[in-house]
């Protein structure tokens, strides 16, 4: 869970989907709302199975959620 | 500050355990400086242990965490997980540190006494083991959800 190299545009989709609330999306893909604040602050790695979920509720493909920017 | 029930949760089983345990501690080496065990006095404190874990744990559930903790996700799970690890490399060392206490003191001065670690001391010993075990679990717990 240290500082990783996978980021994401969750806050931004969420701001295009209805300005979606962090327990909103929380809800959706059956996590806590402090989970959703580590993942967008970059501080933990979903397991592939949350990634798709999200990816899911925003209806967009998983790559457009989630970039791996190696050093 | 922002704090979920769950993280609530361990900083009161922090506080528990260690108001428990440096009461016990406490109490058991004014009695008996450590080195016995089967005293009624002794039964008395274990008694008053067990009541105060009760009455505290009661008190602190009751002002502090009203709300039900929700269901453990992946990320709450992750970190239960760096406790437990944390917690097990401690007690590992710990353990082992204790049973070199053990075999280096036959013979030797232990605790003003010509005796090597009896019986009770070594009980004791675990305990706090055990204690300090629980309370890296605790902290690394806390550390990680306070991380973010």
């Not at chain 1, 962090?22 to 990634?51: D, F, N, W």
């Not at chain 1, 790559?63 to 190696?70: D, N």
């Not at chain 2, 009760?54 to 709300?67: C, D, N, Q, T």
């Amino acid at each position: 869970m240290a500082n990783n190299q996978i980021e994401n545009k969750i806050r931004q989709l969420r701001f295009e989907h209805g300005q979606m609330t962090q327990s909103a999306l929380a809800t959706k893909v059956g996590v806590s709302r402090q989970t959703i604040l580590s993942l967008e602050a970059c501080r933990y790695s979903p397991s592939l199975e949350l990634a798709f979920r999200i990816a899911q509720v925003f209806q967009v493909p998983l790559e457009e959620v989630f970039t791996y920017s190696p050093d | 500050m922002d704090i979920s029930a769950r993280e609530k949760n361990i900083w009161i089983e922090l506080a528990i355990t260690g108001v428990v345990s440096v009461y016990y501690f406490y109490n058991n080496f004014r009695l008996s400086g450590w080195t016995e065990i089967a005293s009624y006095e002794m039964g008395l404190l274990v008694r008053d242990v067990i009541i105060l874990s009760i009455v505290a744990s009661i008190a602190l559930y009751a002002l502090f965490a009203r709300e039900n903790p929700e269901q453990k996700d992946e990320r709450d799970r992750a970190i239960e997980s760096r406790g437990n690890a944390f917690a097990y490399y401690s007690l590992t060392v710990l353990c082992c540190l204790l049973i070199g206490t053990i075999m280096l003191s036959e013979g030797i001065v232990v605790l003003g006494k010509t005796s090597a670690i009896n019986g009770p001391v070594a009980m004791h010993l675990l305990l706090i083991a055990l204690m300090i075990s629980a309370l890296i679990k605790q902290a690394t717990q806390l550390f990680f959800y306070r991380r973010g």
